[in-house]
């Protein structure tokens, strides 16, 4: 999946662009920083945390994410998103 601005979300073309990448380097973060971004995902995604974590940190398509976590609405995911873009911390 490659980057894509989402006017949906209340946040620049390049603060988007920064969390988009920065969250794909997850695997190779510090601990620390993987828990900071596993707990946001947690906090904004509830139920479906699980599913947002995997979504940001690999790049894959919300429609397969939901369907290996049996989601049945992408939108539910969507918003998880949106609120995981906009609370995304400054200081990282």
């Given amino acids: 999946m490659k980057f894509r601005y989402k006017t949906a979300i209340n946040a620049s073309y390049e603060r988007q662009g920064y969390i988009y990448f920065k ?3 997850y695997p190779t ?3 620390r920083d993987k828990e900071r971004i596993r707990r946001l995902c947690i906090t904004v995604g509830g139920d479906h945390g699980q599913a947002l974590l995997e ?3 690999t ?3 919300v429609k397969s994410v939901c369907q290996r976590h049996y ?3 992408p939108t539910s995911l969507y918003r998880a998103i949106k609120r995981y873009y906009e609370r995304f911390p400054a200081d990282m």
């Fill in 55 to 57: 979504h940001v940190t």
């Fill in 71 to 73: 989601i049945g609405s």
């Fill in 23 to 25: 969250s794909l380097t």
């Fill in 59 to 61: 790049g894959e398509s």
């Fill in 29 to 31: 973060m510090l601990p």
